[in-house]
């Protein structure tokens, strides 16, 4: 018995990381563009080094992790568990 489960938890595992690193890496990218809309008129310009403007995005690439992972995590289980249920 434990054999199958470990064998549905490892198709489990293999269905959900492809749909959760497309969405993650999907959402990640509209944070940061979001950040950088926000912020353009601020960082273009005004002669900000390029560092400066690196440790700006750094530290808010801990927030966007934040919004981004839990919404990453939702897909991608709802899209494992609709290809399970499409197998029946």
């Known amino acids: 018995m434990s054999?199958?489960?470990?064998?549905?938890q490892i198709d489990?595992?293999?269905?959900h990381l492809s749909p959760f690193l497309f969405c993650f890496f999907t959402l990640m990218f509209l944070l940061?563009?979001?950040?950088?809309?926000?912020?353009?008129?601020?960082?273009i310009g005004k002669d900000i080094p390029i560092l400066?403007?690196?440790e700006l995005i750094a530290t808010n690439l801990a927030y966007m992790v934040v919004l981004a992972a839990p919404m990453a995590v939702l897909v991608a289980t709802l899209m494992a568990?609709?290809?399970?249920?499409?197998?029946?």
Not at 3 to 8: A, D, E, H, Q, W
Not at 12 to 15: D, I, W, Y
């Open 3 to 8: 054999r199958i489960i470990n064998k549905l």
């Open 12 to 15: 489990l595992l293999k269905r």
């Open 32 to 43: 940061l563009m979001q950040f950088l809309i926000l912020h353009i008129d601020n960082l």
């Open 52 to 54: 400066i403007i690196a």
């Open 81 to 88: 568990y609709g290809k399970f249920s499409e197998l029946k």
